[in-house]
């Protein structure tokens, strides 16, 4: 009797205020987590390992667009050449990109070995595949497509 029906409607709608800001808030954050957080995070999990693995002879570049081979490397700092007889040390924080790594003396001389081994095979290879292109070529003609 007292209470106006107004009144009523407003107590009773509180809880769903509640629902209505924060569902949307929490779907919001979930979307930016997974759109902006989390890439990011992996992409500067990247960029330190590719950091930690950084060795002499590889080429890169820096921020500042200077490209040199990594002449010496130190805990916080590199000394890269960017010319014959010309050293510039930088930050190691300010490499940017690893252009080349150049292979191990020992990982060279495998390639060498199965570039050997692909040449022999290759001649082989090339005639059955001709020789599977041709009835593969065959049967769409048979089969009318």
Known sequence: ?????????????????????????????????????????????????????????????????????????DPDEVQLEIAEGVRVRVVRNTITTVMAKPQPVAAKKEAKDEDADKKVAEPAEAGLAAGMGGMMEKLKGLLGR
């Open 1 to 73: 009797m007292f209470i106006s029906p107004a009144y009523a409607q407003a107590l009773g709608g509180s809880q769903d205020t509640l629902t209505t800001f924060v569902l949307p808030m929490g779907l919001i954050f979930v979307v930016f987590y997974f759109f902006m957080i989390r890439p990011q995070q992996q992409k500067q999990k990247q960029m330190k390992a590719m950091l930690d693995a950084l060795r002499r002879g590889d080429r890169v570049v820096t921020a500042g667009g200077v490209i040199g081979t990594i002449a010496k490397v």
